[in-house]
């Protein structure tokens, strides 16, 4: 029997983002509106990338948060939901005219990956009203090990 081994993978890295994009945002209106002070902004027609030539399509602000655990409790998470449940009539104005998302986003040299979202932070994000979308890459870095047999 062949085992799949996880061995010399990297932790996964665990991000939560805000992000609102569209057209014409005023970043230091969005940034009171909500209480947070921006991690990223891009202006429509930045360059994003030289090689290939890649501008951004639209403007865009950003609030992201490194995240300790996949087990549902990392306090910035909550502090997070904290700050976004407190400005959720903002939101529901910024949702009217632009893109709000939040996305939770994990890269990872494993093959098997999770998240746990709690009861809790599923409430908060209803009561939010902002969709959550979850972007997994990963590596699938697996070596294989003859191991015994079962039984």
């Known amino acids: 029997m062949r085992v799949a081994t996880e061995a010399g993978a990297s932790a996964p890295n665990w991000e939560l983002s805000l992000t609102i994009s569209g057209e014409a945002l005023r970043f ?3 940034s009171d509106a909500l209480g947070l002070l921006s991690t990223d902004t891009r202006v429509k027609g930045e360059l994003l990338n030289r090689l290939p030539p890649v501008v951004s399509q639209e403007d ?3 609030y992201e948060v490194q995240l300790a655990d996949n087990e549902g409790l990392d306090p910035r998470m909550q ?3 904290a700050a976004l449940e ?3 009539p903002a939101l529901a104005q910024l949702r009217l005219r632009h893109e709000v998302t939040l ?3 994990v890269q990872s040299d494993y093959a ?3 998240y746990r979202l709690m009861p809790d932070t599923l409430a908060r994000l209803a009561r939010i009203g902002l969709p959550l979308e979850v972007s997994v890459v990963s590596w699938g870095a697996l070596s294989f090990q003859a191991g015994g047999e079962e039984g």
Request: charged share 20%.
């Open 28 to 30: 230091d209106d969005i």
């Open 60 to 62: 865009c602000w950003c």
């Open 79 to 81: 502090a997070l939901l």
């Open 86 to 88: 407190k400005a959720a």
């Open 103 to 105: 996305r939770l986003s």
């Open 112 to 114: 098997q990956i999770f």
